[in-house]
């Protein structure tokens, strides 16, 4: 996730002031089926100066507890990730998600994974049932445009980066085939009996 360079230079409350100040992790607003919603933002996760042992501390004590025992989805950002930036890592991914309360595991309703790239899903496809441990991985979907987010999240009550909507901006000018939804490799549609029938979103299961 970082170098040890790095992170002699800066403490741990330092690192936990950093993700608050970037508001990665953010409770914000509900989805359509009433889960709150953890809004993730990969882009500004700073991999290389914060250790997977201060994620894990600022989740357990600061997200974790203000959820509740309520249930709740995630929507995660991958709008502008950059491998050699901003991702953790293999074993920093595994390691949140097994260091993540099995109570909190159960009440996890769908994670929505907002403008993946190929190389995420060539990546999850290989390694996400490694990663993403206690039935957490079947709960993943693409989701290629903001407007089909919009069919399962309250679009008023979560606040979006700007970076994402000058993707959207880049996607409407090229228009490429694999962000309007079609796959070359027979995919399941993703399909939420609480709303709408025809849903342009994928399960991760479509690559699987």
Same mark, same amino acid.
């Not at 933002?41 to 042992?53: Q, T």
């Not at 025992?69 to 890592?89: C, D, M």
């Not at 996400?128 to 445009?145: A, C, D, E, H, S």
């Not at 000018?173 to 993703?190: A, K, L, N, S, T």
């Given at each position: 996730?970082? /170098?040890?360079?790095?992170?002699?230079?800066?403490?741990? /409350?330092?690192?936990?002031?950093?993700?608050?100040?970037?508001?990665?992790?953010?409770?914000?607003?509900?989805?359509?089926?009433?889960?709150?919603?953890?809004?993730?933002?990969?882009?500004?996760? +700073?991999?290389?100066?914060?250790?997977?042992?201060?994620?894990?501390?600022?989740?357990?004590?600061?997200?974790?507890?203000?959820? $509740?025992?309520?249930?709740?989805?995630?929507?995660?950002?991958?709008?502008?990730?950059?491998?050699?930036?901003?991702?953790?890592?293999?074993?920093?991914?595994? /390691?949140?998600?097994?260091?993540? +309360?099995?109570?909190?595991?159960?009440?996890?309703?769908?994670?929505?994974?907002l403008h993946p790239s190929l190389q995420s899903r060539f990546f999850l496809a290989l390694?996400?049932?490694?990663?993403?441990?206690?039935?957490?991985?079947?709960?993943?979907?693409?989701?290629?445009?903001?407007?089909?987010?919009?069919?399962?999240?309250?679009?008023?009550?979560?606040?979006? +980066?700007?970076?994402?909507?000058?993707?959207? $901006?880049?996607?409407?000018?090229?228009?490429?085939?694999?962000?309007?939804?079609?796959?070359?490799?027979? +995919?399941?549609?993703?399909?939420?009996?609480?709303?709408?029938?025809?849903? /342009?979103m994928y399960s991760m299961r479509c690559i699987a």
């Amino acid at each position: 996730m970082n /170098s040890p360079t790095s992170l002699m230079t800066t403490s741990i /409350s330092e690192q936990e002031k950093l993700i608050h100040k970037l508001q990665i992790f953010k409770i914000q607003g509900k989805d359509k089926r009433g889960c709150s919603i953890l809004r993730v933002i990969g882009k500004l996760f +700073p991999a290389r100066v914060v250790s997977v042992e201060t994620v894990n501390k600022y989740l357990q004590e600061k997200i974790y507890p203000s959820l $509740e025992q309520r249930k709740f989805s995630i929507v995660y950002l991958h709008t502008g990730v950059n491998r050699t930036e901003n991702f953790p890592g293999i074993t920093a991914l595994r /390691s949140v998600c097994d260091a993540m +309360p099995e109570n909190v595991k159960a009440r996890l309703n769908a994670v929505y994974f907002l403008h993946p790239s190929l190389q995420s899903r060539f990546f999850l496809a290989l390694f996400g049932r490694l990663i993403f441990t206690g039935g957490v991985y079947w709960k993943l979907n693409y989701v290629t445009r903001l407007e089909f987010l919009w069919e399962h999240v309250k679009r008023k009550e979560i606040e979006m +980066p700007e970076f994402v909507y000058d993707h959207e $901006e880049e996607l409407d000018d090229y228009r490429p085939i694999m962000d309007y939804g079609i796959e070359g490799d027979h +995919p399941r549609v993703y399909i939420d009996s609480t709303v709408e029938p025809a849903v /342009s979103m994928y399960s991760m299961r479509c690559i699987a």
